[in-house]
């Protein structure tokens, strides 16, 4: 059954749409205060849910427990920092060919994954060389 979609899901589905990064409930909340189309922040959460479910908005949790939202199409395989957070996309799908085969083999109508990497990135690797910091053992 196709869900119709309320004229609030339709502006924040817009808005993440146009949108180039993901973003929180909050920011969405934000966004939409300045262009004077407010609405509650329960009615931000509550139309996001019915997006997710529909399958056009997905959800990545950061480091920190905040979800982020964004809309289908942008990417969603990243190389996460543990240090500094920094979060690089990858440009490619490393498992679409394993997608397809969960599909038929569990029956599942798969919307979306994520693929997350998590370690250093290159400027935090170089300075924990430059800084083997002893010091840094004594804040365990
Ligand atoms: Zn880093
Ligand atoms: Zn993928």
Redesign the pocket.
């Known amino acids: 059954m196709p869900a119709k979609r309320t004229r609030n899901q339709e502006k924040i589905l817009q808005l993440l749409q146009t949108t180039q990064r993901s973003l929180s409930a909050q920011d969405i909340f934000t966004e939409l205060r300045k262009t004077r189309q407010g609405m509650g922040l329960a009615t931000v959460y509550r139309s996001l849910e019915a997006l997710k479910l529909e399958g056009v908005v997905q959800v990545r949790t950061t480091q920190n427990g905040e979800s982020l939202y964004s809309s289908m199409q942008q990417d969603k395989h990243h190389l996460t920092?543990?240090?500094?957070?920094?979060s690089i996309s990858l440009s490619d799908c490393p498992v679409r060919q394993l997608e397809l085969e969960l599909q038929q083999s569990h029956h599942f109508k798969i919307f979306y994954h994520t693929l997350e990497f998590f370690g250093?990135?290159?400027?935090?690797?170089q300075?924990q060389i430059a800084n083997p910091s002893p010091e840094q053992t004594l804040d365990y």
Do not use: K
């Open positions: 920092c543990l240090q500094c957070g920094a250093l990135c290159s400027p935090c690797q300075s």
